[in-house]
């Protein structure tokens, strides 16, 4: 009952229209007696009677009048009919619409944890083939089961009301069918859980072949994904196939059920006409409307096939429409205002699935300061900063900024006054200066030339072939890495933030390039704390200070100068990567 009162709550706003539509779906299946009643008439007095002739002649306007009343009859159904599919498509699509948006609206509002959890595949199969087999439910199933079990009942009345005996010999038959779909809705609905699982298995799969082509093509790979493809495919062919079989196993005892509907009324109604008890009319009249009890005897198992689908459809729906992220926004500020930029953290811990990232870690950035964080992978230096803008919340301790607990502060206040550049750079299908002007759209152009200036990305900007309104490809398929780490530096740039994050965005770029990019970030004409993450030493050299990170914990603490002087990690990397160089100038040299 749970599924038809989330149906009911989200038909708000087409209840009347879809109530209307039940109700005229009822009126008109009910008028499926009226002509076999009016064909009786015709048989009775037309045909069959002893003065049928005399009839003809006498009672001709009685027959005319029988005959128009028929076809009006039946153009009332059909318009009724055409009416009521029509109103039933209008609420469907109407809840389509209105479900989608509140679903999409969710997933946004989800934290990063739940898209860990999710694949895209399986949101994308909620999101597209599972809403629509609800709307098809509400504007088809639902209606095929008013119908039948109305033309069932109008059929059942009538015939009662012609003769009871004879009607209770056909349904004789309805126990036995009511068993057999029984069964196979207990056993189909297992089925189709597994094989709506298997399509978004399916579907995740596609979409990370077709999002990681370049991959696919660099390791020539193509036999291998078209293999794992064809597998999930096939896997999903199977289960489709065996649900439809277990359709199958049913069909012929519905077939045979249906079917001897018309053998018991030739039978038993013959004989009953034989013996006078019921009129040659009153059987063409059984006989007129006997496929009000077959047919839907005959269609039960496509319905029940159909209905399993919606409920487990229905069921992943519900997943995500009431999901409830972790991180909320319960501070919602209507003025936003612009933050100092100061940002401290006190011993604060984050264990992500139960395994330690961050322990026991303390600093403290000024308003205006740059911190630069290095640490070797999986030190985490990522899940620090993503700790600012709360897309992950810590385990212990606090991160605050400006003196107060981000978890006290507006999220959307919050993530405003923090620009953000990460590695995994996504541009979207858009414009480049779309791209640029995302975090506000109403940009006057001549910003956004200025801050792709700052980010070193005007000059290849201008070289596209038109300009600032060159449309960049899906993930900014086009354009090389570092033309993409300049563009997202640019798009952080742009909202002029008080606290700037950049994680490794300037390890795809030149070192012409990155002290261009440096010597923007230092003149900046706004007030700005920057955190960097990088592993370049000349991007770090320049910082306030620089963090250095190793399992979690925080190992070294200093200046450029003060970390060379300790010796220890940062040393290292740096004669590391400058004996690199040096090597490198030699064999220049020697050529």
């Not at 047919?295 to 519900?318: E, H």
């Not at 953290?345 to 990232?357: L, R």
């Not at 070289?463 to 309104?469: A, L």
């Not at 354009?479 to 994680?503: C, F, N, Y």
């Amino acid at each position: 009952m749970f599924q038809f009162k989330w149906l009911w709550h989200n038909l708000k706003g087409d209840r009347v229209r879809y109530i209307l539509a039940l109700c005229l779906s009822v009126v008109g299946c009910s008028l499926t007696i009226i002509n076999p009643y009016i064909g009786q008439r015709i048989v009775d007095l037309f045909i069959a009677s002893d003065d049928a002739a005399q009839r003809l002649t006498t009672e001709r306007g009685l027959l005319v009048g029988l005959g128009l009343a028929m076809i009006g009859f039946s153009l009332l159904r059909t318009g009724l009919a055409y009416f009521t599919t029509m109103l039933f498509e209008r609420a469907s699509q109407n809840l389509l619409f209105r479900v989608r948006i509140y679903l999409y609206n969710k997933i946004q509002g989800q934290d990063m944890r739940y898209y860990d959890r999710n694949r895209t595949g399986d949101l994308m199969t909620k999101m597209t083939g599972d809403l629509e087999m609800v709307r098809h439910s509400l504007s088809w199933i639902i209606k095929t089961i008013i119908e039948s079990l109305t033309v069932f009942t109008a059929a059942v009345v009538y015939f009662f009301f012609i003769d009871a005996e004879l009607t209770l010999w056909l349904l004789i038959l309805s126990p036995p069918i009511g068993i057999v779909a029984f069964i196979f809705a207990r056993r189909v609905r297992p089925m189709y859980v597994d094989l709506r699982e298997r399509l978004s298995q399916l579907n995740t799969t596609t979409q990370e072949n077709i999002a990681g082509n370049r991959v696919v093509k660099a390791f020539a790979r193509e036999d291998y994904e078209i293999k794992k493809f064809t597998e999930k495919s096939m896997n999903y062919s199977v289960a489709n196939k065996a649900a439809a079989m277990v359709w199958l196993d049913y069909f012929p005892y519905l077939e045979i059920f249906s079917q001897g509907f018309a053998v018991i009324l030739m039978l038993a109604g013959g004989l009953f006409v034989m013996e006078g008890r019921i009129t040659f009319g009153e059987f063409a009249a059984f006989s007129a409307l006997i496929w009000g009890l077959s047919n839907p005897m005959r269609s039960i198992g496509i319905v029940i096939n159909d209905i399993q689908r919606f409920f487990a459809s229905l069921a992943k729906i519900i997943e995500v429409y009431y999901a409830n992220p972790d991180i909320v926004n319960e501070h919602k500020t209507e003025v936003k205002r612009r933050y100092q930029g100061r940002i401290q953290f006190e011993n604060v811990s984050f264990k992500y699935d139960g395994a330690t990232v961050l322990e026991n870690i303390s600093f403290k950035i000024e308003p205006g300061e740059t911190i630069a964080i290095m640490g070797a992978t999986g030190s985490g230096k990522t899940t620090l900063i993503n700790l600012i803008p709360r897309f992950y919340d810590v385990t212990n301790g606090r991160v605050l900024v400006d003196g107060t607990d981000v978890r006290k502060l507006g999220l959307d206040e919050l993530r405003c006054n923090i620009g953000v550049a990460t590695q995994d750079v996504l541009l979207f299908s858009d414009t480049i200066d779309g791209n640029i002007a995302y975090g506000d759209p109403d940009m006057p152009e001549e910003d956004v030339m200025k801050f792709a200036k700052l980010a070193a990305a005007h000059d290849f900007i201008r070289k596209m072939p038109e300009d600032y309104n060159t449309i960049v490809g899906e993930r900014g398929v086009g354009l090389s890495g570092g033309q993409k780490q300049r563009i997202a530096l640019a798009r952080a740039l742009a909202v002029q933030p008080p606290i700037l994050i950049l994680d490794d965005t300037t390890s795809a770029v030149d070192m012409e390039t990155e002290e261009h990019i440096q010597k923007s970030l230092r003149e900046l004409d706004f007030p700005c704390t920057k955190i960097i993450i990088a592993q370049r030493v000349s991007t770090t050299a320049e910082a306030d200070r620089i963090l250095i990170l190793d399992n979690g914990r925080v190992i070294e603490e200093g200046t450029h100068a003060e970390l060379l002087a300790k010796r220890g990690y940062y040393y290292d990397v740096f004669m590391l990567q400058n004996e690199g160089i040096g090597r490198e100038a030699m064999t220049h040299g020697q050529k």
